[in-house]
């Protein structure tokens, strides 16, 4: 298994607060990814890197930022939660974009109240 | 843009029957496609993918995909199905013209029955 994990594994919040999510990897990948996970919508792109510093938006990419300031991290963090930010969060890494594997961590369940 | 369209969000076979999941894909490039398998409380695992080699594209568990670009389709299938494969399925598709950015189907949930 590639070596991705995510905390924390499970949060629940109030509306307007901020959070948090972190994504650690340690196999060197360049890429790395953020995705929210719907009942019938599949996984979403919210923002992905391509090398520390570089980050870019995905499809749902609003009230969500990110930061990447080490190979091995990649932050999301949600400003002031909102109730439709209630979701699955999972982050992925690749070593590189178009055609290589992407790997997944376990995901990350957040509740906002 | 590119999109993927997953027909049918629950299948259900029998066990020892042919699987077949179904993905059509729209992109007016030329297609890197996925499939992916998620079992429940897990993250997504790669099955298999198509990258413009073979047409034909085996993967782990027996399953296999065929790249058909006439019908614009990457169909799933196992000729021989097993507990152990109730998952949901995702089809996934990459182009170059957007970054490399997947797009993903909103999936297919596959209940094998003894």
């Known amino acids: 298994d590639a070596g991705i994990t995510q905390s924390p594994r499970h949060k629940v919040t109030e509306t307007g607060t901020p959070v948090t999510l972190r994504c650690h990897q340690t196999e060197n990948h360049r890429y790395m990814y953020w995705y929210r996970q719907d009942p019938g919508h599949g996984l979403r792109l919210i923002h992905y890197?391509?090398?520390?510093?570089?980050?870019d938006k995905g499809e749902v990419s609003d009230g969500y930022s990110v930061s990447r300031s080490k190979t091995e991290d990649f932050l999301l963090t949600l400003e002031s939660a909102t109730s439709s930010q209630t979701s699955v969060y999972f982050c992925?890494?690749?070593?590189?974009?178009?055609?290589?594997?992407?790997?997944f961590g376990p995901g990350t369940r957040l509740t906002v109240l | 843009a590119q999109s993927v369209t997953q027909l049918g969000s629950h299948v259900s076979v029998s066990e020892g029957a042919l699987v077949l999941l179904r993905c059509n894909y729209s992109s007016s490039v030329p297609p890197y496609l996925f499939w992916y398998v998620q079992y429940p409380n897990q993250g997504l695992q790669l099955l298999l993918k198509y990258t413009s080699a073979a047409t034909l594209v085996k993967g782990i568990n027996g399953f296999e995909a065929e790249f058909k670009k006439s019908e614009t389709s990457f169909h799933l299938t196992k000729p021989s199905a097993h507990m152990s494969d109730a998952a949901e399925y995702f089809c996934a598709v990459r182009v170059n013209t957007n970054a490399g950015k997947s797009t993903f189907g909103d999936g297919t949930t596959l209940t094998v029955k003894p």
């Open positions: 890197s391509y090398g520390v510093k570089d980050t």
């Open positions: 992925a890494i690749s070593e590189g974009a178009l055609t290589d594997t992407q790997y």
